[in-house]
């Protein structure tokens, strides 16, 4: 005879909590973080603004691939701990990316180049896909567990 485990968490309850997770990362970016650093970059140097795009572009990459190597498949969403844990880590990974995007666009805006927008545009996008991905990734990790 075999046992089979019923689930005690629904994916009901999980899609919520990372829609929650989701909407107040926005909700703290937008309203608490983005008007703390809008004005801060004037008084940047142009001679370093190269070494603030170059830092940005590291720390981007190593954020992004965080978010795309952390998977809610590795975390047992049974499991309070681990998946709190899980939408932690995403969740401070989104918010530093959201910020690196800001910070680069106010950089690049200093420079008066003729490229702004677009940056903002791929980095809009680039943000968008984690978000997408976030959801993509508990569907499917919900789907195999539970």
């Not at 677009?118 to 943000?127: F, H, N």
Request: charged residues 15%.
């Amino acid at each position: 005879m075999t046992s089979s485990v019923i689930p005690t968490t629904s994916k009901k309850l999980i899609y919520t909590e990372v829609l929650i997770k989701n909407i107040v990362l926005i909700l703290l970016f937008f309203v608490i973080i983005l008007p703390q650093i809008s004005y801060e970059f004037e008084i940047l140097e142009k001679s370093q603004q190269g070494s603030v795009l170059s830092i940005l572009g590291f720390l981007m990459a190593g954020g992004i691939i965080g978010a795309f190597e952390l998977s809610y498949d590795k975390t047992d969403l049974q499991s309070k701990i681990q998946r709190y844990l899980a939408h932690l880590s995403k969740f401070l990974i989104y918010l530093a990316s959201c910020i690196l995007v800001w910070i680069g666009y106010k950089t690049m805006a200093l420079t008066g180049g003729y490229y702004n927008d677009w940056i903002l545009v791929a980095g809009v996008l680039i943000l968008a896909s984690l978000f997408v991905f976030d959801f993509w990734d508990i569907l499917s990790a919900a789907n195999k567990q539970l």
